[in-house]
């Protein structure tokens, strides 16, 4: 069995604006395998969130990992993932669908809400994605 813990943030300035995304993938004994910072150009916060979870999954499944958690700051996308808030937004339902079925092939995902303190090292590369995209 090889589970991957997926630690993701995703940024816009303003908002929508330009955004970035960081992404952490590490084993299960929290060593690093990837870690990736992507400008996006202008999305929204919420988008910038799901792309960032988006990769990270597909990273995982890339690995070949059968299970995985996503350990995110964003409260709504992990809500969502977890089908305790409805996707309403016309933007991110694509987004929504494309995870979904990232989810299904890896098959065990499960999505973790961390406070953005917790969350320092996927929060410095989507900074970094931002800066360097501007």
Sequence with gaps: MKH???RTDGGAR???GPAGIGVVL??????VLE???KFL?????????????????ERAKHLEADSAEVVA???LLV?????????????????????????NQIGHVKFRHV???ENKHADSLANRAMDAGE
């Design 14 to 16: 303003g908002n929508p």
């Design 73 to 75: 700051d964003s409260e």
């Design 4 to 6: 991957i813990i997926i």
């Design 79 to 103: 809500k969502q993932a977890n089908g305790e808030y409805r996707v309403k937004h016309e933007n991110l339902k694509p987004l929504y669908a494309r995870m979904q079925v990232i989810v």
């Design 26 to 31: 590490e084993d299960a004994h929290g060593k």
């Design 35 to 37: 870690e990736h910072a």
């Design 115 to 117: 406070k953005r303190h």
């Design 41 to 57: 150009g202008v999305k929204t916060n919420n988008q910038a969130e799901y792309e960032a979870a988006i990769l990270g999954l």
